[in-house]
């Protein structure tokens, strides 16, 4: 009998490098550290993503070598070639643009106004505004982030001037400078009085003085009748100025007055 024959068994395929699909998302900003996933076949076991050159950083890959997630690296905007590197070899360009950053652009800040002290919660709208820095009268504000939009943007006010006022707004990214219109107004913080008016007796035309905190554009009156010549220092601790005339054996109640508020600062007798 003669032997049977078999047909011959297909022989293994050979095994391929790595084939990449596509790049998603295909553009990104030109800062890097966004996210980017890689879509193609026997992709697994990565151990190198190069875009245009330069190695990214690989952050998951997916069992069956279907994806490749990695952290895309800084760039120069343009188009550049993304490539997988595993042990069977690296794949075929998939291309990749980086944007170059957009000019900022800020529409308004709110709330416009808060105290001296800072710590208010606020929030920019406008637009290209991913990656900025904010200054707030010359002093770095704190970013919390933006929207996934880049269209508003959210921090914390520094502290400000003690006496208050308008100071500008300015919104800093790659892109270029931005001021917010209107700016920022800082509330003065309401007066203190430590001890009351020294002296608390004599006549008009004496000199006076008060010690507190926050004794920025402070006027005084003693009863219903302003002080005049009223001075400040420049820490807003202590102010002087002009007793006038009362009527003899009197005693009158002494108010200083500030755009944040009231406080008692005792009383004066008239002698």
């Known amino acids: ?121 606020f929030a920019i709208i406008g637009s290209n505004l991913t990656g900025a820095s904010v200054t707030i009268g010359g002093n770095a504000a704190t970013v919390l982030g933006t929207d996934p939009t880049g269209s508003v943007l959210f921090g914390v006010v520094p502290a400000g001037p003690p006496g208050g006022g308008n100071v500008p707004v300015v919104v800093t990214t790659s892109g270029g400078t931005v001021t917010v219109p209107g700016g920022y107004t800082y509330l003065p913080l309401p007066p203190t009085v430590t001890g009351t008016v020294t002296p608390s007796t004599g006549s008009a035309g004496a000199t006076f003085t008060i010690v507190g905190t926050n004794l920025f554009g402070a006027t005084v009156l003693f009863g219903a009748t302003p002080a005049t010549g009223v001075t400040v220092d420049m820490t807003g601790t202590s102010l002087s100025g002009t007793v006038p005339p009362g009527t003899s054996g009197t005693t009158v109640q002494v108010t200083v007055q500030t755009p944040a508020g009231s406080v008692n600062a005792g009383t004066f007798t008239y002698l």
């Open 1 to 121: 009998m003669s032997t049977p024959t078999h047909p011959a068994l297909p022989a293994l395929p050979l095994a391929i490098g790595p084939v990449l699909l596509g790049v998603v998302p295909a553009t990104g900003p030109t800062a890097g550290g966004n996210t980017v996933q890689l879509v193609g076949l026997g992709l697994g076991g990565a151990t190198s993503v190069l875009f245009g050159g330069t190695s990214a950083t690989i952050v998951g890959q997916d069992p069956l070598g279907l994806t490749v997630t990695v952290l895309a690296p800084a760039h120069a905007a343009g188009t550049v070639q993304v490539t997988v590197t595993n042990a069977a070899g690296t794949s075929n360009p998939a291309s990749y643009t980086y944007l170059a950053p957009g000019v900022p652009a800020a529409a308004a800040i709110t709330p416009t106004s808060g105290p001296a002290a800072g710590g208010t919660p």
